[in-house]
Each structure stands twice: as C-alpha cells, then as structure tokens.
Nanobody, 126 residues
Framework: QVQLVESGGGLVQAGGSLRLSCAAS????????MGWFRQAPTKEREFVAA????????HYADSVQGRFTISKDNAPNTVHLQLNNLKPEDTAVYYC???????????????????WGQGTQVTVSS
C-alpha cells in the first residue's frame, strides 16, 4: 500500500519561511516524479512544483517561482519544498503527489498524479 506522509506545515507571518517534507512508502521503485499541489479555501487545487525522479528537471508555478524550492532527498521517494518569502495568498493545504508513469516530462495536471498525501496546512498571516 502506497502512503505519502507530509510534514512541516504551520503558521507563519508574511515574509517568513517553512520547509515541507514528504516521504512516500510502498512504492516499487524510485523512478517516480514527485511534486506538490495546494488548495486554498473556496479555490481549485493548483500545481505548485514538481521534480523529475532523477532530479534533473524541475518546474514551478509562476506564482511561486523564485520563492519556493523543491528538492529530492538522498532517501528514495522523499522530497522537500522550501517556502520562502511567504505571502498570505500562499495559505492553503499543501499536498505531496507521485506520478507513477516513468517519463521524461513533468506534469502540472492534477489528474496525472496517481498518489496523494493527506495534506499539510500552511497558514500565512499578514
């Protein structure tokens, strides 16, 4: 059974930083692209960032480019998301995701990701 466990969310003031982590277990290999989505109250789920399984390709949403950094851990199927210069509009539940398809690209579509974590709340106060 595949499980994604996120950690690191919390409450922070605008301009502050947080580091989210996600560890996926139960996967049969480490050739999986991973990423993050977020969903704010009354809004649709949106893409945040993704990283190729070999770490050689990364993609960010325009809204977080230059502020957030996604990275892979040495441990298999573990990713981190460093959130810097946080803004109130970054407030959302952040979800870790895994793409089971092995390919060279990175998807920004939620439907292309097969496994989702339970989510971790990030709240940014003004």
């Amino acid at each position: 059974q595949v499980q994604l466990v996120e950690s690191g969310g919390g409450l922070v003031q605008a301009g502050g930083s947080l580091r989210l982590s996600c560890a996926a277990s139960g996967l049969t290999s480490h050739f999986y692209n991973m990423g993050w989505f977020r969903q704010a109250p009354t809004k649709e789920r949106e893409f945040v960032a993704a990283i190729h399984w070999n770490g050689g390709k990364i993609h960010y949403a325009d809204s977080v480019q230059g502020r957030f950094t996604i990275s892979k851990d040495n441990a298999p199927n573990t990713v981190h998301l460093q959130l810097n210069n946080l803004k109130p509009e970054d407030t959302a539940v952040y979800y870790c995701v895994v793409d089971r398809e092995v390919w060279d690209g990175l998807s920004v579509r939620a439907n292309d990701y097969d496994y989702w974590g339970q989510g971790t709340q990030v709240t940014v106060s003004s």
